[in-house]
């Protein structure tokens, strides 16, 4: 069974610092591109960050550039994303991706697998 499970969040304060964990079973991530997603309280969910499967390139959205870093561990077979200089908008359910092949986006459409969402509060 292909299973993909975020951990990692929690409450912050503005301008600290969390480490989301997207960890695989039942399949070798290194296979996959995989995408970071956000759904803010009554929003849509959004892409945020995405890494292919091929060289490591990677891809933000603009919000999140500089701030935000996705990286992957093919050989405990996870994927992460680095989130320093919270701010209280990007408070949201947190969602990891995997899609087969090696190239990524931040389009939710081109996932083929989710998580289950974890919870990042930035409080201001």
């Known amino acids: 069974q292909l299973q993909l499970v975020e951990s990692g969040g929690g409450l912050v304060q503005f301008g600290g610092s969390l480490r989301l964990s997207c960890a695989a079973s039942?399949?070798?991530?290194?296979?996959?591109?995989i995408g970071w997603f956000r759904q803010a309280p009554g929003k849509e969910r959004k892409g945020v960050a995405c890494?292919?499967?091929?060289?490591?390139?990677?891809y933000y959205t603009d919000s999140v550039k500089g701030r935000f870093t996705i990286s992957r561990d093919n050989a405990k077979n996870a994927v992460y994303l680095q989130m320093n200089s919270l701010k209280p908008e990007d408070t949201g359910v947190y969602y990891c991706?995997?899609?087969?092949?090696?190239?990524?986006?931040?389009?939710?459409?081109?996932?083929?697998?989710w998580g289950q969402g974890t919870q990042v509060t930035v409080s201001s």
């Open positions: 991706a995997a899609r087969p092949g090696m190239t990524a986006t931040i389009n939710g459409r081109d996932y083929d697998y």
């Open positions: 890494i292919s499967s091929s060289d490591g390139s990677t």
């Open positions: 039942g399949f070798t991530l290194g296979y996959y591109a």
